[in-house]
């Protein structure tokens, strides 16, 4: 997941920085609570950096770092204490500072002392506002200039950027303190264990006006406007319990990750949408939103639909070099920042990507499977229809049949499949593939968008024209079989480049393609077998590139890293050909790493193999939360639990896999077909209650993988 034309590995946060999350705002701080300029720190709404430093001192010292904790995605809780006091062993000073997001900050600063005599303090709060375009922050590229206050008084500050023009600004408040300049100062008297607390509000201004900060002075936390969001989340979507507790912790972070991810466009607050990423990707990103949907359909099918609706608003609908738009076409990435139009090349929307497009109609297809279409689906179908022209018109860029990239300005993205970086597509030696490209899984997309297609024609009633995509896919099929498969090598090409060669790389791509079902059977043991290789597993999960390869590098971003949602989906395109054992192998693994990361995956972390390191490794500015990766947990259950839902046709498919570490599993209040389910599965069997009415359960793999059951893939 990389930003429009920004390559450029993100600046570090620091060690044991702290991010809060809430819909299109969020906060990154050092682990005392600090926020300086000169890291990616700093208070952000809709892409711009309202605060850029907020230091907390006690007698012109920064507080020391006790402790943090993260009570909910939205409100961190910092623990401190004020340095060394001359003549005392310890300082008697506790410093507690409860932030909360939510398009502002909202931070509550308490002093306690636990001395028997009477203490004086000064406390100040230095305070800066550089309005940065978080693309300049992420990138190290912000001047971290700060501007001065427009307006100072007592317990008020302004502060305005003249530069963007727009009238964006800063609003300080609080009870009282002595403002000057850019410092906010306290003079304190305390009593033998004596405490003083001091609220100060910092809330984003447009033209004067503040944008959103909802007070809550008076009631308890429960009744702010997050927590009634958090609240209102966690009572609609499913409720585990697991035997396996560690996992059960992992399952319960994803649902409050992807909570706290939920983004809507103002105009159409009912539609929600997953942002990709905090800190740098907290926007709407066509791939990466669908298949974050994709994935939490057991959790909440209405994610499909807002992000379905949204980019369907959004669809291109013209020829636009600098953007990448072209008719039909869904978007690669969406801003909001004062400054985007620095960061965009004019524009908020930018296309530059192969996948998104056909993924849309995958999304449509599989909400349907799932029983979760709106009444009228008609605009939406008609989305998939003009998707399915760019696919055929624009993405076949030389009528070979597959769909190819090659961006359109130079400032675009040189790959524009989900391993977008500058160097994500090379062959076996790391020479890198030139433009334009057809990447393997992308072809696998499309398959399965042509069958999706189908199957809204059957729900139609048009026979005629299920029957013609289905040839479609099955021509595909057949094309891409014998143009990608390297038979001395046993795996598929990553891509065919420029001059249609084979980009023979090994890498985790061709896991795609077993999901999407594109890939012949006769093939499949053979991919199955290299996925779970010595050079590709790392013990962990799969890694994106094989290690015999020229460009392998384990701290590298897509090659040779290992990616929780990439290793979701090579899970479910085991499971899907009847590779039990790998298909496990890989979903355990992940389970396990998500334990060693306090339960919570990250974007991505190092490929480095188990046998080297007995922890996983950290990969450098790796997003957390992260969309697809805080989805990936539930993908994995849904791979283990074996089920697949097919509402049109009036079935669905359970069959959890044969195993022991996962134990007894109750899931209540499942959402699915307008019904809420509640599934029991235990050594005494399988119960499921409240099924919709007219649909048969199998208690039976799906018939794609019942034929082809394999004990292994070694």
Not at 239 to 249: C, F, M, N, Q, T
Not at 588 to 597: D, N, S
Not at 650 to 676: I, K, Q
Request: with cysteine.
């Amino acid at each position: 997941m990389t930003g429009w034309n920004a390559d450029t590995l993100a600046q570090p946060a620091g060690a044991g920085a702290i991010t809060i999350v809430e819909g299109s705002s969020f906060c990154v701080s050092s682990a005392n609570g600090d926020m300086l300029p000169e890291f990616p720190h700093g208070v952000f709404f809709r892409d711009t950096r309202f605060v850029s430093r907020w230091l907390l001192l006690i007698d012109g010292a920064p507080v020391e770092p006790l402790s943090a904790m993260i009570p909910q995605p939205f409100r961190a809780v910092i623990l401190g204490r004020a340095g060394h006091v001359p003549g005392r062993a310890d300082t008697p000073i506790i410093v507690e500072r409860d932030r909360r997001v939510d398009g502002g900050l909202r931070e509550l600063i308490s002093i306690r002392s636990f001395s028997r005599e009477p203490l004086a303090c000064r406390v100040e709060i230095a305070l800066e506002a550089d309005f940065a375009d978080i693309f300049e922050v992420k990138e190290g590229r912000s001047r971290g200039v700060p501007l001065v206050p427009v307006e100072v008084r007592p317990g008020r500050m302004r502060i305005d950027s003249a530069a963007t023009g727009d009238g964006v600004g800063l609003a300080v408040s609080m009870e009282d303190g002595v403002v000057a300049g850019s410092r906010v100062r306290f003079d304190l008297e305390l009593s033998p264990h004596g405490s003083w607390s001091q609220e100060v509000l910092l809330t984003p201004t447009e033209h004067g006006e503040q944008l959103r900060i909802h007070p809550d002075d008076e009631g308890p936390d429960f009744e702010s406007e997050p927590a009634r969001r958090y609240l209102a989340w966690h009572a609609r979507i499913p409720a585990p319990s697991l035997e396996d507790d560690s996992i059960e912790r992992v399952i319960l972070q994803s649902h409050q990750d992807l909570g706290a991810l939920r983004i809507s466009d103002p105009a159409h607050p009912d539609r929600e949408v997953v942002a990709a990423g905090v800190p740098w990707f907290m926007a709407l990103f066509g791939r990466d939103s669908l298949l974050t949907a994709l994935m939490a359909l057991p959790v909440d099918p209405t994610l499909a639909l807002g992000t379905l609706e949204t980019l369907a608003d959004l669809q291109g609908t013209r020829s636009h070099p600098s953007s990448e738009e072209q008719p039909g076409r869904i978007l690669h990435e969406v801003r909001l920042g004062a400054t985007t139009n620095l960061a965009l090349g004019g524009s908020s929307v930018y296309y530059g990507t192969a996948d998104a497009t056909p993924l849309f109609v995958v999304a449509l297809g599989e909400l349907a499977r799932w029983g979760g279409l709106p009444e009228d689906p008609s605009r939406l179908v008609a989305a998939a229809d003009r998707a399915l022209e760019w696919i055929e018109r624009d993405g076949d860029r030389d009528g070979d049949g597959f769909v190819e990239y090659a961006r359109l300005n130079e400032h675009g993205l040189i790959n524009q499949g989900w391993k977008d970086s500058w160097d994500g597509i090379n062959f076996a030696d790391g020479t890198l593939a030139e433009p334009p490209i057809a990447l393997c899984e992308v072809q696998g997309y499309v398959y399965e968008a042509y069958l999706s297609r189908a199957l809204l024609a059957t729900m139609d009633g048009d026979d005629r024209a299920a029957a013609s995509w289905r040839e479609r896919a099955a021509q595909l099929k057949v094309a891409f079989n014998e143009q990608f498969w390297l038979p001395e090598r046993g795996y598929f090409a990553v891509a065919l480049d420029r001059d249609k060669r084979p980009v023979d790389a090994c890498a985790s791509n061709m896991g795609h393609c077993l999901w999407t079902g594109i890939v012949d059977e006769d093939k499949a043991g053979s991919v199955a077998d290299r996925l779970l290789s010595n050079e590709m597993f790392s013990g962990w999960g799969v890694r994106t590139l094989a290690s015999d390869m020229g460009a392998y590098n384990p701290a590298s971003y897509h090659n040779g890293s290992v990616w929780p949602h990439d290793n979701a989906i090579v899970a479910a395109g085991l499971m899907r050909y009847g590779f039990v054992e790998a298909a496990t192998r890989v979903i355990f693994g992940m389970f396990e790493a998500a334990t060693r990361f306090d339960g919570r995956l990250p974007e991505l972390f190092c490929g480095f193999g188990r046998d080297e390191y007995a922890e996983p490794v950290p990969y450098p500015a790796s997003c957390s939360p992260q969309a697809w990766a805080a989805a990936t947990p539930i993908s994995l259950m849904r791979t283990l639990l074996r089920f697949d839902p097919s509402v049109p046709t009036g079935e669905a498919w359970l069959a959890p896999t044969p195993n022991t570490e996962l134990g007894d599993v109750h899931l209540g209040n499942v959402p699915f077909a307008g019904s809420r389910l509640e599934v029991d599965i235990s050594a005494n069997g399988i119960v499921v209650e409240n099924l919709p009415e007219g649909l048969t359960l199998h208690l039976t793999p799906r018939p794609w993988a019942e034929a082809r059951l394999r004990s292994s893939a070694s």
